[in-house]
């Protein structure tokens, strides 16, 4: 295809600004699909655990036709712990649609992924979305993303940057804040007129940057990436640059261009498209495909530091094996070194005890929803409790703090407050609107792990947060876990009523009666700082004798169901996470 006639553009924003709705609404209005064809709402979001969470974890590519262009979208995640799927797809666009919610205006992650967008000198198009809230503030919003442009120090051509107002829900665009409603089109035509066709030689060598990896069960590994020069053809030789800088001689075998959602076969391709390549089953993400008589590598992305790790270990509990279809060292040993080519924000170590390995990430969500993957997958084994990455330097123990930004109802504020300073947050900036405050905090990453269902507790679930990595700092010191210690299962046995009845004064049950537990299984908190060993299948003393005044009704209190993200944060350093396909347990290490 004429390369003049393509456009390569990332959407990026916030989490829940409305990122995978307005591309729904773009491939809809582009004619892509049939009028009586049923299409999937957050189509792109094709993950269960993207439907299920209503956000987007892993960043993809699509494609629709818009007159005689192509226009290639590449959809990001908005979350700050998926920050490493932006940095490297940023490198396939040659501009970016830049979504702020006409309310909040720019948010944490607005500002993490412009500043990666603008450090490639990306063209930008904001799109003020939500016009139709009732609460909607569009001026101030396209007044507070100049002044973002201008903290970042965005260039002058930047900063003359087209806004176009948007409700994505509703299917329009309007090119003033007040205008008529319409249709996507003028999106469409701002992003033919404002984003520049791609750049390169079509008759250079070959050179195309690997930036996001797929899987196919028949082909294996698929390479997907831009291509910056030359041309691509199935059955070419090539080589492979690697990151050390190795040249590794390869073959393509498949060539895929993207046409709405799908992968297309194609014999050919050229400067400025978007495909996926297959044929190298080694293939990682930051390497170059290129001219084995003229060898041009590109330079390999730069990737920001992981902040927080934990151990991934064999399941060996006494339920191990029974659940889970993948439960071996060397099972663990494969898929976790399989995510780690696909995921450039991972890192994978093995362990000096030479069981299990130490697996590094983003933050809390990043690795708890590799682990909800793989549980599903099939896999069973334990993980550990989470912990920061400590640096040293010049003799200083440095650790990761994040910007945290908390919007709440002012009633909830003092008790936010009080939390946070117990934390070690630091208050950076306070304001209050309309009853609502906003508190932006610097805080080490480790007072928040486990704080996101604590703070939604206090809030009454009307608080929201959002954190994004700011800076290596001093050591803050020693922030507590949790107070409680935790009542331990006795022996193997099923749970009764009436020994969880005559339990539940002791402390907070996590399990109801008829459940299978182990010895040494965690059941619930204990209401006193020690641990308690307890009998949960004690019952009751039969007699042939009775009488209505001292027999006593069983009556349980609802225990407490935790989520894989709550469990992780909640274990103390002797305590593991058993993760298995149909459960997931605490236990005693």
């Not at 619930?524 to 009751?540: F, I, M, S, T, W």
Request: hydrophobic share 40%; aromatic share 8%; glycine share 8%.
């Amino acid at each position: 295809m004429d390369q003049n006639n393509i456009r390569n553009i990332a959407i990026i924003a916030h989490v829940d600004h409305g990122k995978t709705t307005l591309v729904d609404q773009m491939f809809k209005q582009s004619g892509m699909f049939r009028e009586n064809e049923h299409v999937a709402e957050r189509f792109m979001d094709s993950m269960d655990l993207e439907r299920e969470r209503g956000i987007t974890i892993a960043s993809k590519n699509a494609s629709f036709r818009y007159k005689d262009y192509r226009i290639n979208i590449i959809d990001t995640p908005g979350h700050a712990d998926f920050g490493g799927q932006v940095e490297r797809v940023l490198r396939m666009a040659d501009g970016a649609v830049l979504l702020v919610d006409a309310q909040e205006g720019p948010m944490p992650q607005t500002y993490f992924v412009l500043k990666k967008s603008l450090a490639l000198e990306l063209p930008i198009i904001v799109v003020i979305n939500k016009i139709d809230k009732p609460a909607a503030r569009s001026e101030w919003a396209v007044d507070q993303v100049f002044d973002l442009f201008v903290k970042l120090n965005a260039p002058d051509h930047i900063l003359d940057f087209p806004v176009v107002f948007a409700s994505a829900k509703e299917g329009y665009i309007l090119t003033e804040a007040k205008g008529k409603e319409s249709s996507m089109e003028p999106l469409f035509e701002t992003i033919i007129t404002h984003i520049p066709a791609p750049q390169g030689d079509p008759k250079s060598p070959l050179q195309m940057l690997v930036s996001s990896i797929d899987y196919s069960p028949y082909l294996g590994r698929l390479g997907i990436g831009k291509i910056t020069g030359g041309t691509l053809n199935i059955n070419k030789e090539i080589v492979m640059a690697r990151r050390d800088g190795a040249l590794v001689p390869a073959r393509i075998s498949k060539v895929y261009r993207f046409e709405g959602n799908k992968k297309i076969a194609t014999d050919i391709a050229g400067v400025g498209e978007i495909v996926a390549v297959a044929g190298m089953d080694d293939v990682t993400l930051g390497v170059t495909y290129t001219d084995p008589d003229d060898p041009a590598p590109l330079p390999p992305m730069e990737i920001d530091p992981c902040t927080i790790s934990t151990n991934f270990i064999p399941n060996d509990s006494p339920f191990a094996g029974t659940e889970g279809t993948y439960s071996t060292s060397s099972h663990l040993t494969e898929r976790l070194k399989r995510e780690e080519l696909s995921d450039a924000a991972l890192q994978v170590e093995a362990l000096d005890t030479g069981r299990g390995f130490k697996v590094s990430g983003r933050g809390e969500l990043h690795i708890s929803i590799l682990i909800e993957k793989m549980r599903r997958e099939g896999y069973e084994f334990q993980v550990t409790r989470p912990q920061v990455i400590v640096k040293e330097e010049n003799g200083r123990r440095l650790e990761p703090f994040e910007e945290l930004t908390i919007d709440v109802d002012k009633q909830y504020m003092g008790t936010v407050i009080e939390k946070l300073g117990e934390l070690k947050g630091q208050l950076l900036e306070m304001n209050q609107d309309n009853g609502m405050a906003r508190l932006i905090y610097k805080i080490p990453t480790r007072g928040l792990l486990g704080f996101r269902s604590q703070f939604l507790t206090d809030t009454k679930g009307m608080g929201t947060m959002n954190y994004v990595f700011l800076e290596y700092g001093p050591f803050a010191g020693e922030i507590r876990n949790r107070n409680k210690g935790v009542l331990v299962a006795k022996e193997s046995c099923t749970t009764v009523a009436f020994a969880l009845f005559n339990l539940q004064d002791r402390g907070r049950l996590f399990y109801g009666p008829g459940i299978r537990i182990y010895g040494g299984q965690i059941i619930g908190e204990h209401c006193r700082p020690q641990d308690l060993v307890v009998n949960a299948a004690k019952g009751k003393k039969l007699t042939n004798m009775r009488a209505s005044g001292s027999d006593e009704n069983v009556i349980l209190t609802p225990w407490t169901k935790m989520s894989l993200e709550e469990c992780i944060a909640y274990i103390n350093e002797d305590e593991l996470v058993e993760v298995t396909p149909e459960a997931i347990r605490l236990r005693k290490g």
